[in-house]
């Protein structure tokens, strides 16, 4: 019997397929290949059973998420050691098995001992793929001495989440955004922007291009915002002559401590050390709105000079509302 999808795979010998099936399970988003076994009834225990015995290297994390997906957990338990033994991306790993009770002992032990697979999972593999050494040496002294402030091991930091432009990790009481270059960094600060420890593009020694941008900040509560929350930061941000256009419920929180400035020998951070183009002194106290990714805000007078106005009005509902907020307080005053 056999399958007939790009190929033939022949279903009654699977072995004959082992090369075109561990191709598929490298490339970086391909794994319905499983879906495909598993509907047509293959064993999947012999396939793993092959890859571990030979050690051979697939792409992990995207194999074990799809497993997980497809009820396939005592799969994934079983060859559990397969899986995070030779994977570059032990935080990502672990935050996926999270749920299904396994042992993480081993995978910590590892974390903690093999720490510069933590410092190439941070920088996205950036530093391999672009030979900077100096790149290494950055990122290698950075999560050293967050990791000493916050008094923790390298096995306590978080893979928390990946965007489509960013990978978030949690050091403590801390998040680290490790991503490409923004759409608007070098913006005016406001008093709404979560308070960065660190903010910098970084850019190639070789020719001097941006390579990514880095952020770090306190940890916020993101649960429970609503759209009125989007629609006050907005209005707040619009009433001091910025527009935010990438108003989503995930890039905003509430403050868990004041907007202050929380690592040893640390009180402030200047627009010098942050590439925002002004200051600001003003804190927020603990439960206020923040805007935890300040991307896609530009200066009102500049942006309304490189659009239709009228446009505008149309494609965003909360600049609809403000404006006819605007409009009501007016006709008020008359």
């Not at 402030?268 to 935890?292: H, R």
Request: hydrophobic share 30%.
């Amino acid at each position: 019997m056999t399958y007939s999808g790009k190929r033939n795979i022949d279903l009654d010998n699977i072995e004959e397929s082992y090369d075109y099936i561990i191709r598929n399970l490298n490339k970086k988003c391909d794994t319905p290949i499983l879906s495909t076994l598993l509907i047509k009834k293959v064993n999947l225990d012999k396939l793993f059973d092959y890859l571990e015995k030979n050690d051979i290297r697939i792409n992990y994390n995207k194999v074990v998420e799809k497993l997980i997906e497809l009820e396939q957990k005592e799969l994934v338990k079983k060859y559990f050691n397969y899986f995070w033994r030779n994977n570059n991306h032990l935080l990502e790993f672990r935050y996926i098995v999270r749920k299904l009770g396994v042992n993480l002992e081993g995978v910590n032990n590892h974390i903690n001992q093999e720490q510069d697979l933590i410092i190439e999972e941070v920088s996205n593999n950036s530093i391999k793929r672009l030979k900077e050494e100096k790149l290494y040496n950055f990122f290698k002294e950075l999560i050293k001495e967050l990791v000493e402030n916050e008094k923790i091991d390298y096995s306590n930091i978080e893979f928390i989440a990946e965007g489509t432009s960013s990978k978030v990790f949690g050091i403590g009481s801390k998040i680290l955004k490790v991503g490409i270059p923004k759409e608007t960094f070098k913006i005016k600060n406001n008093k709404l922007f979560l308070r960065p420890l660190y903010r910098k593009e970084i850019y190639s020694i070789h020719d001097n291009t941006s390579l990514m941008c880095v952020e770090i900040t306190e940890k916020v509560d993101t649960k429970n915002i609503t759209e009125e929350d989007i629609y006050y930061v907005y209005k707040t941000l619009r009433d001091e002559d910025l527009i935010w256009l990438d108003h989503t419920k995930d890039n905003i929180g509430r403050l868990i401590r004041d907007n202050k400035i929380y690592f040893d020998g640390i009180d402030y951070v200047d627009k010098e050390s942050t590439d925002y183009t002004t200051d600001n002194y003003e804190i927020l106290p603990k439960g206020s709105l923040v805007l935890i990714d300040n991307d896609c805000i530009y200066d009102t007078k500049e942006f309304f000079k490189t659009i239709d106005y009228r446009l505008f009005e149309h494609c965003s509902v909360y600049e609809a509302r403000y404006r006819e907020e605007k409009r009501n307080e007016k006709k008020s005053r008359v």
